[in-house]
C-alpha cells in the first residue's frame, strides 16, 4: 500500500476523472483518484438524458456517454483508483485520511491535492416551506437516482418547485415513465434553467411554468395530498387571494445546488460566501498553497463540458506546483460591481499570463456590456447581446490588458 | 404564424414563421428561421430513457434512440419500453432495438455494464 502520492484527487466525477487525466499528460506519474461510490462517473450516471459534450466532444452524449469516455481514457494511464473509499478528513499540509471496506482507515499524503467534490442539492429544510411533513417531498435528483438507477417510480402526479435544470429534466423523465406533472413553480421572475430544458421538457408536454410563483401549503398526513401555490410579489412575499390548489401525491425540489465543502471547511480552506466554494487564483489553487479546486464544489456549473475544461486547468496547475512548488509576486483581487454575483477566480497573480474570469450576472440582459475597471480607468468592456443568471459568463483578459491594472480590478454589468 | 423559441443558442429570440411561406421574423440569425422550419414541418426528438438489466449489479440500463425521432411518437416510444429486459454485459453503444418503432433509429445502450460475478 503507497503512503504517497504526487497528486491525490478528492472525487471522481466528471471534474476528478477530468484533472487527473490532465495532471497526467502534464507530467505527473504518481495520481491517485478517491471515489466514495462504487463506480466513477458521479453524477452524470443518473444524467441519462443527452445534450452533454457539445463543447468538449462537439457531438451529443448522454451523462453515462459523456463519464465513460473520460473513464476509457484512465485507462493504461496507470492512474490509481479507490472506489468505495470515503475521504474524512484533510489538511493544510495534504494529508489525506479516508476509510474503505476493503483497506480499512488510510493515512495518504500528497504533494498536490485537488478538490473535486461536486456539490449536493438544496433541501426543503433549506427554504423552509410551510405545511406537513408526509412522505412523498424530495429532491429531483434523488427522484433522479429512484428512477434512473434504482428503476423505482416516485409519483403519479407530481408539482415541482423550482426551475433549476435537473428539475425540468425530470418533469420530462416523469411523464416519460406515466406521470402526470402537474406545474413548474419557479419563485423568480425568470428560470433558473436553460431554455433548451424549458422547450423540450416542459413546453413538449404541456407543463405549465409558474413564474413569480411558489409553494405555500403542503397538506397530507402520511402522504402529500397536495399543495397551495401563490403567487409572490417583487420581495417574494406570497400574495393572498393568488392561491392555486393542486392535488398531488410528489413535490419534486429543484431549488438550487450547493457545493459541498464540508473537507476545505475542516481543513481551515477560506470558502467565498458567494460562491459557497473554496476562494481561488488564476490557476484553481485555493488560499492554502498545493490544495486546488475545480468543477462544481468551486461554483455551480450549467454545462458538464465547462467542469472538465476548469478541471484540465486544475490538472495543469497542481502538476506544475508538484515539480516547481509555489511560486508568484503578489497578488490582484477580483471584485464584483453592479449586476455581478461573484467571480471565479477571486484573485490573480500578479505574474500571470491570460486569465479567463468566469461570473453570473444577477438579473437577465438583453443588449448589454461588462466591464472591466481597475479604479476609475476602464480596462476592457465585452459585448453580449444576451445574459442570464442560469447562464455562466465567460471573459479573457490577456497579459498586456492585466499589466495596466492596479492592486485590484472590478468585474461590472449594464445595459449598452 | 406559429411561434417557437430558438434554443440553438441561450438567446431563446421567439422565432414567428409562416406556416405556408414558411418566413420567419423575430430570429437574430439564420439558424433561428432553420430552427423554427424544423420544428413547424418535421419536430424531432432523441429518446432517452431505461430498460431492465439482467444479471448485472445495477438494475437498469439507460438507452437512446441513435439518431432523433419524430416528436409525436416519442411518447409511445417511451411506453414500448416499459417492461423490456436485456441481459449483462451490455457496452455502450451496443444495438438492442433496430429500426426502433419502424424509424431510421436504433435504440442503443449508453453505459457500459458487466455481468455480477455470481449469475
Ligand atoms: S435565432 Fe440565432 S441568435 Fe436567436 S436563439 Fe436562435 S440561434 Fe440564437
Do not use: W
Not at chain 1, 456517454?65 to 472506489?83: H, K, P, Q, S
Not at chain 1, 423552509?128 to 429531483?140: D, E, K, V
Not at chain 1, 456549473?301 to 490538472?315: K, Q, T
Request: aromatic content about 4%; proline content about 5%; hydrophobic content about 40%.
Amino acid at each position: 500500500m503507497k503512503e504517497y502520492y504526487e497528486l491525490i484527487v478528492i472525487g471522481g466525477g466528471p471534474a476528478g476523472l477530468a484533472a487527473a487525466i490532465s495532471a497526467k499528460e502534464n507530467g505527473l506519474n504518481d495520481i491517485l483518484i478517491l471515489e466514495r461510490d462504487q463506480v466513477l462517473g458521479g453524477i452524470l450516471n443518473q444524467c441519462i438524458h443527452n445534450g452533454f459534450g457539445l463543447h468538449h466532444f462537439k457531438e451529443e452524449l448522454t451523462g453515462p456517454e459523456y463519464a465513460e469516455r473520460f473513464i476509457r481514457e484512465l485507462d493504461g494511464t496507470g492512474i490509481d483508483v479507490m472506489t468505495d473509499t470515503m475521504v474524512l478528513e484533510i489538511t493544510k499540509d495534504r494529508t489525506v485520511c479516508a476509510v474503505s471496506p476493503k483497506y480499512g482507515y488510510l493515512t495518504l499524503k500528497a504533494g498536490a491535492v485537488i478538490l473535486a467534490m461536486g456539490c449536493r442539492e438544496r433541501t426543503r429544510g433549506a427554504i423552509s416551506i410551510p405545511g406537513t411533513r408526509p412522505a412523498g417531498i424530495l429532491t429531483a435528483g434523488a427522484a433522479q437516482r429512484f428512477v434512473n438507477i434504482e428503476g423505482y417510480m416516485v409519483g403519479k402526479r407530481v408539482v415541482i418547485l423550482g426551475s433549476g435544470d435537473i428539475g425540468l429534466i425530470m418533469a420530462r423523465r416523469m411523464t416519460l415513465e406515466g406521470a402526470k406533472v402537474l406545474a413548474c413553480v419557479e419563485v423568480m421572475p425568470y428560470s433558473g434553467g436553460l431554455m433548451r430544458n424549458i422547450v423540450q421538457c416542459l413546453e413538449d408536454f404541456g407543463i405549465p411554468l409558474y413564474l413569480s410563483h411558489t409553494i405555500t401549503d403542503i397538506r397530507g398526513k402520511r402522504r402529500v395530498e397536495g399543495v397551495t401555490v401563490s403567487k409572490v410579489d417583487e420581495n417574494r412575499r406570497p400574495i393572498p387571494g393568488t392561491e392555486i390548489e393542486f392535488d398531488c401525491d410528489t413535490v419534486l425540489l429543484s431549488v438550487g445546488l450547493i457545493p459541498e465543502n464540508e473537507l476545505s471547511r475542516q481543513a481551515g480552506i477560506p470558502i467565498d460566501p458567494r460562491t459557497n466554494g473554496p476562494m481561488v487564483d488564476e490557476s484553481l489553487q485555493t488560499q492554502v498553497p498545493g490544495i486546488f479546486a475545480c468543477g462544481n464544489v468551486l461554483h455551480v456549473h450549467d454545462l458538464v463540458d465547462y467542469v472538465s475544461d476548469e478541471a484540465a486547468r486544475a490538472g495543469a496547475a497542481a502538476a506544475a506546483f508538484v515539480k516547481n512548488g509555489a511560486a508568484n509576486e503578489g497578488y490582484r483581487l477580483v471584485k464584483t460591481a453592479d449586476n455581478v454575483g461573484y467571480t471565479v477566480p477571486q484573485k490573480i497573480a500578479k505574474d500571470a499570463q491570460q486569465v479567463q474570469i468566469f461570473f453570473r450576472v444577477r438579473r437577465i440582459f438583453e443588449e448589454s456590456v461588462i466591464e472591466v475597471r481597475s479604479g476609475e480607468t476602464l480596462l476592457a468592456k465585452f459585448k453580449r447581446t444576451h445574459m442570464a443568471p442560469g447562464e455562466m459568463e465567460r471573459i479573457a483578459l490577456p497579459k498586456v490588458l492585466l499589466d495596466k491594472a492596479g492592486d485590484e480590478i472590478t468585474i461590472s454589468a449594464k445595459e449598452a | 404564424m406559429k411561434q417557437f423559441v430558438c434554443i440553438r443558442c441561450p438567446r431563446g429570440c421567439r422565432v414567428q414563421i409562416d406556416e405556408t411561406t414558411l418566413e420567419t421574423t423575430g430570429n437574430s440569425c439564420p439558424r433561428g428561421a432553420e430552427y423554427a422550419k424544423d420544428e413547424l414541418t418535421n419536430p424531432t426528438r432523441t429518446l432517452t430513457s431505461t430498460v431492465i438489466v439482467e444479471n448485472a449489479v445495477i438494475r437498469r440500463c439507460p438507452v437512446k434512440t441513435d439518431r432523433p425521432i419524430p416528436k409525436p411518437i416519442v411518447e409511445d416510444a417511451a411506453k414500448a419500453l416499459d417492461g423490456m429486459k436485456i441481459e449483462a454485459p451490455v457496452r455502450t453503444g451496443q444495438i438492442l432495438v433496430e429500426h426502433f418503432m419502424g424509424t431510421e433509429a436504433n435504440l442503443v445502450a449508453t453505459r457500459t455494464i458487466g455481468k455480477r460475478e455470481d449469475a
